[in-house]
Nanobody
Framework: QVHLVESGGGLVQPGGSLRLSCVASGSTDGIQAMAWYRRAPGKRDRFVAREWYDGSITYGDFVRGRFTISRDKAKPTVSLQMNNLTPEDTALYYC?????????WGEGIQVTVSS
């Protein structure tokens, strides 16, 4: 089992920035990728970003250069730097890990963008 804990969420004004972090613990050997998803109120889960352990990175179409995912290669931690936030970015952000081809999820952390 992999246990994921997210941190760094909160309330931010439009145009502001936040940095989310996710720490994996437990059976972390065999992790292939770490990622972020989000769920906005009344909407379906949406892929935000993923970094594979081979270094390749993908982003959701809506990111448009505003977010940056980064992984601490010394430990199973992934961060998401979010800049130029808009109210449409308000959502519950989830950390995701792929380990031995299985998905693991954190409980999520709230990000609210509002003036």
């Amino acid at each position: 089992q992999v246990h994921l804990v997210e941190s760094g969420g909160g309330l931010v004004q439009p145009g502001g920035s936040l940095r989310l972090s996710c720490v994996a613990s437990g059976s972390t050997d065999g992790i292939q990728a770490m990622a972020w998803y989000r769920r906005a109120p009344g909407k379906r889960d949406r892929f935000v970003a993923r970094e594979w352990y081979d270094g390749s990175i993908t982003y959701g179409d809506f990111v448009r250069g505003r977010f940056t995912i980064s992984r601490d290669k010394a430990k199973p931690t992934v961060s998401l730097q979010m800049n130029n936030l808009t109210p449409e970015d308000t959502a519950l952000y989830y950390c995701n890990v792929i380990r031995n081809d299985e998905d693991y999820w954190g409980e999520g952390i709230q990000v609210t963008v509002s003036s």
